[in-house]
């Protein structure tokens, strides 16, 4: 199998199929755990690569690629596991958007590769050039593309042609991009190229008289060299050519003279030639159909292809062209590109993948033709769309055209068909962007739009850590947006039902100290929106059973904005509920409970206690508040008002009425602080709530809860609590609801099984 075929097999495995081969799954766990095989040098922030490891060339190979892919940076340190050319050889290097610099370019080359790409990797200068010059004796395959300055001067955007030689003898292929090129520079020794890629390179004095000496040449790219019209008669004289592209992009559009002799002066000339591309320029003439001389004969809409009718291209690039010849009825070629309808459009979106001009415009073209659920191949415009925004991270309108049509894919009726491993690859396709695009607002909403359409958090847990920081990035902004409202909703979602360490990871990230700034910010000026109400939702998620967490929240004035929120909004029925439920996770941390004990608090949450606010949840968690404040005895009780007493009446009050059938809008990962309270005999009124609480969550979500008291050691606790002496009617009705509750629920799924 070709080194072409290995790589397209290898884009498809993150495309196709459910689960991961072993191979990439060990490569991930290397990519995470570089410590496997290096250790991190201190003094130089390297890795070095372990003396007892060696890795063979073929997982060395593959391992770079894998490791990109998983959207980790090839830096110098990184690079640096490789400086032993010995125990970790490279033969084929593919780097894109990558921060190597010339010090690592160094460890690379010495490599004698076979293969060399670079794109989007601008810290690389013209530095590294006679390093490649020195040790590519064995260099097969050459390119350097888009921002790659290694034949260029430091600036950036500098054209000033350099004095350099393609010393490079065994090379097949090569591609530069943006090169300025003088008369100095020759082709002519290198005998075994086969293709030639000259993108957007100029032409100062340089001519491509010297591929005339070339005997196998096959393919010339010359997509948005200009001008070029003097160049088409030696082009003409390159006999073996099949594929030729002088393509343009629209913003030049400059024209032909003589557009129909001079395409038919092309093809006729070069009898070989089965892919020709034409796009953005005026060749294809003004659409008049120039028949052959005999009757009835078929005729080409394409004046200067009359001469293939008989013998059609195998392709043909008709994108952008004037007089939308693409359009055209009678085109001598077995496929087009071009935007009249879908094959046409997908199939551009393939091949211009390395244009970012042409595929911005492709891009939209396919938008719109998801928007009105007009594209019938669904998985062909996906697997372009991730190709585009996996090569062009940085291209910031590739990245909006690419969410904005990946919204509508996600979001249609296909999605079901989705394995794992491709919705990873859109997730983490998408997040590349995001990441690559943090300030832009259209690419932030489209991100976030189409992670909605995904089951959250389930199916983001494999980058949970990078999504959370740019969705926090995302509502940092105290100024009210659609963005800051989708991704407060996002980043709620991921605070739910995951486990304590992802809570913490996100305590540790600012979770709390944001959603403090965005409530004070609406508290100043008295506004009450759905943000608010979602960053009360998201800080009860991440307080939960997380007690860092909710010590943050008290530092960070927690308490303070809780009593402007209930003097501002006091009819807030989702507000006070969120509020509520977040205090009670506080109150469940023993070492914090003294900080809710002044007058003003415990009045406020005594009050409480009888509000009829969204059902019975405010009064409930007002009462879970002071059953735990009132668990540490009498002692702790360190206010003259109110008395302790007169709370927990109150409370014995609230509680009697409770429906005991109410459906909740409520979820307990665990009753360990519950139970807790089972066991405080010294104020009967703690017990007397978290018995309710069971007996209320067994009762209505049997399912869910009668396994979680099982599991949780709550039936002994309950089976004591009925045989001590002390235990009142009341409480030992409620204990018996709860063990009946198991019971029945036990007996259910066994008749269903």
């Known amino acids: 199998m070709s080194r072409n075929h290995r ?19 060990i490569f991930k766990y290397m990519a995470n755990n570089l410590s496997l095989i290096s250790q991190l040098n201190p003094e130089t922030n390297t890795w070095e690569l372990k003396d007892d490891v060696i890795i063979p060339n073929e997982i060395c190979d593959r391992f770079l690629q894998f490791y990109q892919s998983c959207s980790l940076d090839i830096n110098d340190s990184f690079i640096n596991v490789f400086k032993d050319t010995n125990r970790t050889p490279l033969k084929f290097i593919s780097l894109r958007n990558s921060s190597i610099t010339d010090e690592g370019m160094k460890h690379l080359l010495r490599h004698k590769l076979i293969s060399l790409s670079l794109w989007y990797c601008d810290k690389i200068t013209h530095a590294s050039w006679q390093h490649l010059i020195a040790n590519g004796g064995e260099l097969k395959n050459l390119e350097l593309g888009k921002f790659v300055d290694m034949l260029k001067n430091h600036e950036p955007n500098e054209k000033t042609p350099l004095d350099f030689q393609l010393q490079l003898p065994k090379l097949k292929r090569l591609v530069l991009n943006g090169v300025a090129l003088q008369s100095t520079v020759s082709f002519s020794h290198l005998y075994e190229l086969t293709y030639l890629d000259l993108t957007a390179c100029l032409f100062a004095d340089f001519s491509l008289e010297s591929l005339v000496d070339l005997p196998q040449l096959q393919t010339l790219i010359l997509f948005n060299v200009w001008p070029l019209e003097r160049e088409i008669p030696t082009i003409c004289k390159l006999k073996n050519l099949r594929t030729l592209d002088i393509s343009l992009s629209k913003p030049m559009m400059p024209s032909y003279s003589s557009p129909n002799k001079t395409l038919e002066f092309i093809v006729e000339s070069l009898p070989m030639l089965e892919h020709l591309d034409i796009s953005g320029t005026n060749l294809a003439g003004t659409g008049v159909a120039q028949q052959e001389a005999i009757c009835g004969a078929h005729s080409s809409d394409i ?163 990078r999504l959370v920081r740019i969705l926090l990035h995302g509502v940092s902004d105290t100024e009210q947006s659609f963005v800051q409202r989708i991704a407060i909703y996002l980043l709620n979602s991921l605070a739910c039902q995951v486990d304590g360490n992802q809570k913490l990871f996100l305590g540790d990230l600012g979770a709390i100290s944001t959603m403090l700034n965005l409530i004070n910010d609406r508290l100043n000026r008295k506004v009450f929106d759905d943000v608010m109400e979602v960053a009360w939702s998201t800080m009860w998620n991440v307080t939960d059973e997380t007690a860092i967490n909710c010590e943050r929240f008290l530092d960070g004035k927690g308490m303070e904005y809780f009593l402007g929120c209930l003097r501002c909004f006091p009819e807030k029925d989702e507000l006070l509920r969120n509020m509520m439920g977040l205090l009670g996770n506080v109150a469940e941390v023993k070492n914090l409970r003294h900080r809710l004990m002044t007058t003003e608090y415990i009045t406020v949450f005594s009050e409480l206690l009888f509000s009829n606010s969204d059902g019975i949840e405010v009064s409930y968690n007002a009462a879970g508040v002071l059953a735990h404040i009132a668990s ?26 409770w429906n005991l059938e109410t459906e909740r809008n409520i979820n307990y ?42 599991q949780e050691n709550g039936i002994k606790l309950l089976m004591d609590l009925i045989d001590h002496m002390e235990t009142c009617e009341k409480l030992k009705e409620l204990a018996q609801i709860v063990l009946n509750n198991v019971d029945q629920n036990n007996e259910k799924n066994f008749m269903e099984e």
Request: charged share 25%; hydrophobic share 40%; aromatic share 8%.
């Open 7 to 25: 790589t397209r097999l290898k884009e498809q495995l993150f495309l196709d199929g459910d689960k991961p081969s072993l191979l990439e799954t």
């Open 303 to 465: 004046p200067g292809l009359a001469s293939r009718v008989e013998c059609p291209l195998k392709f043909l690039g008709l994108y952008d062209t004037t007089n939308s010849a693409c359009r055209r009825h009678d085109i001598p070629a077995l496929t087009i590109a071009g935007d009249a309808n879908e094959d046409q459009i997908l199939l551009s979106a393939i091949m211009y993948q390395d244009r970012n001009e042409m595929l911005t415009k492709v891009l939209n073209d396919l938008y719109h033709l998801l928007r009105f659920e007009s594209c019938t191949q669904i998985d062909r415009a996906l697997r372009a769309v991730l190709i585009a925004m996996d090569k062009h991270i940085g291209i910031k309108h590739i990245q909006i055209s690419g969410s904005a049509t990946l919204f509508y894919i996600v979001k249609s009726k296909e999605k079901v068909k989705f394995g794992s491993i491709l919705k990873n690859h859109i997730i983490r396709t998408l997040l590349n962007g995001m990441s690559a695009h943090l300030s832009d607002d259209t690419m932030m909403r489209n991100g976030c739009l189409t992670l909605c359409q995904f089951s959250i958090p389930s199916d983001v847990l494999f980058e949970y850590e």
């Open 632 to 657: 540490d005895g009498p002692e702790a009780w360190t206010i003259q008002t109110p008395t302790r007493e007169d709370v927990l009446n109150r409370m014995y009050t609230a509680i009697e009425r």
């Open 669 to 710: 990962r665990s009753f360990e602080p519950i139970l807790g309270l089972i066991r405080c005999f010294e104020t009967p009124a703690c017990q007397i709530w978290a018995v309710w609480a069971l007996a209320n969550l067994t009762k209505v979500y049997p399912d869910k809860y009668c396994k979680l008291v099982e």
